[in-house]
């Protein structure tokens, strides 16, 4: 076989040019600096999110105890500066036993009345209104915040 002065191996052009590789460079530059904000953010819905569907079940399990008549008490959330209760009362003049106590995460605070109780054999709450779940900064900027629907009949729904 007979090759020409330029070998077919040499005449193949092999790599990147510097130009290809720095704007390769800077794009993912580009990309990995926002990444960052895109997490927190990200991170941030998660979690007002998964504390507002806890307190929903909290509520509901508050209101299904209070429907059975368990111990023939009431019973319903305790909210706290620092989180709430779930409790049990033997009468609604009494004050009522903490049955467990789930701590808010830092930042967060909840906007509701300081006991939603539940009525016995019907499971309606004594209070209806929006219970709303807010990540405040420091300086009382609300960064996030869930809204939670209790009516008259009873239904516990987080608001979109």
């Known amino acids: 076989m007979v090759f020409n002065n330029k070998s077919a191996f040499l005449s193949i052009d092999k ?17 990995f600096s926002f ?17 507002a569907n806890y307190l929903v079940n909290n509520l509901r399990f508050a209101q299904y105890l209070s429907l059975f008549q368990k111990n023939d008490s009431f019973f319903g959330i305790k909210f706290t500066e620092k989180g709430y209760s779930l409790i049990e ?8 036993e903490a049955l467990r106590y789930h ?15 539940f009525q016995k054999s019907t499971g309606k709450p004594l209070w209806d209104g929006v219970v ?29």
């Open 15 to 31: 790599g990147f040019t510097l130009i290809e590789l720095l704007l390769a460079v800077a794009l993912l530059i580009l990309i």
């Open 35 to 51: 990444g960052p904000f895109v997490g927190v953010k990200t991170l941030r819905d998660y979690q007002i999110s998964r504390e």
């Open 89 to 96: 009362k033997p009468s609604l003049d009494e004050e009522g």
């Open 103 to 117: 701590p808010l995460p830092r930042g967060f605070k909840i906007n509701a009345p300081k006991e939603i109780i």
């Open 132 to 160: 709303r779940i807010v990540e405040v900064t420091q300086e009382g900027v609300i960064l996030h915040k869930r809204e939670i629907n209790i009516n008259s009949a009873g239904n516990i729904e987080v608001l979109k």
